[in-house]
Structure formats: C-alpha cells, structure tokens
C-alpha cells in the first residue's frame, strides 16, 4: 500500500520540494508497515472523506440525467443523418442542395461525437470519485474505522446547490460529524 495515502489524511503531513512528504513529529519521511501508530484523522481527515463521499453521491444522482442525455443526443444526431440521406433524391442539381444535405448529415454526425464524449466525460469523472473514495476506505480499513454517510440536498437557489453531510463513524473516537456545503452547477 502507498505510506502516502495514509500521509494525505493525517493532520502531521508536511511536504516541502527539498524532502517531499514528512512527519511534523518525527521530521522524517513516512517509515511504517500496515499502519502509523502516530496517525492523527481530524478535520482534514473529515473534510476529505465528505468530499469524497458527496461528489460520488453527486454523480449517482446525475447518472439518469447523463444517459438520457446520451441516448436523447443520440436519437437527434441519427435523425438529423437520416434527413440528410433522404433530403431529396441522390439526382441532385443544385449545389446549394447538395451544400444543405451535406450539412445537415454533418450535424447529426457532430450530434454523435457530442453524445459519446459527454457519456465518457461523466464515466471519468465517476470513475475518478470511486477511486477517490476507494483510497480512503482502504487507509480506514486498516485502521479498523468504518461509517455511514447520508446526504440532505437542499432547494438550489439561483444555481446554488447546499448540501448538509452527516457521516456516522463506528470505532473511532468522533461518533458522528454533520458539515455544510454549498456548490454551483
């Protein structure tokens, strides 16, 4: 396992460019086998677990929104190539029309691309909260703490989108955390 990810949730992380990553209390770089035993998870600890947590949580909540935008996006563009083709007949003389169907196939073409690579944008993005998420319930594994999460998604105002997280931590010294956070999208 990486010794860093341990680093990145503990509250003596140091890093510097000379050194890279340290120990504010030994001033030495991270040097242990399955766990730290001088490991300190508080706000920082906290913060990254409920980001983590609310942006996976997000994108499960935009995952039927990204595909019926896909498969929507997808119908338009197959139609606007099926219009294109049967324009008129293929006996063409005017090269104005010929320029019309041209373009409009083109369209239901770029239709096409628009929809692959906004379904692949959001499977990225998905597939990079899990690992996110991944990494610290592995780090908190080994540590024997495990939780419960839920999510209270307030009205969006104006764009604005509050979001109040209570995560409930079982074998670990806090019992329960409640924070609030506000997002545009």
């Given at each position: 396992m990486n010794l860093a990810r341990h680093c990145d949730l503990c509250e003596n992380k140091m890093t510097s460019l000379?050194?890279?990553?340290?120990?504010k209390l030994t001033n030495k770089k991270?040097?242990?086998?399955?766990?730290?035993?001088k490991i300190t998870l508080d706000k920082k600890f906290q913060e990254k677990l409920e980001i983590a947590n609310l942006e996976?949580?997000?994108?499960?909540?935009?995952q039927k929104s990204a595909h019926l935008t896909f498969y929507g996006t997808i119908i338009i563009g197959?139609?606007?190539?099926l219009l294109g083709y049967f324009f008129s007949d293929w006996n063409i003389h005017s090269l104005f029309l010929w320029y019309v169907k041209i373009g409009i196939i083109?369209?239901?073409?770029?239709?096409?691309?628009?929809a692959y690579s906004k379904l692949n944008k959001y499977r990225r993005e998905n597939k990079k909260a899990e690992l996110e998420k991944n990494k610290i319930d592995e780090v908190l594994n080994k540590y024997g703490v495990s939780y419960c999460e839920s999510f209270d998604f307030k009205e969006k105002i104006h764009g604005t989108q509050e979001v109040i997280v209570n995560v409930e931590f079982k074998n670990w010294t806090k019992g329960k955390i409640t924070n609030s956070y506000?997002?545009?999208?």
């Open positions: 000379e050194k890279g990553i340290t120990c991270p040097n242990f086998n399955n766990t730290c035993s996976l949580e997000i994108m499960r909540r935009n197959f139609l606007l190539i083109v369209a239901g073409f770029s239709f096409l691309e628009t506000k997002f545009d999208y």
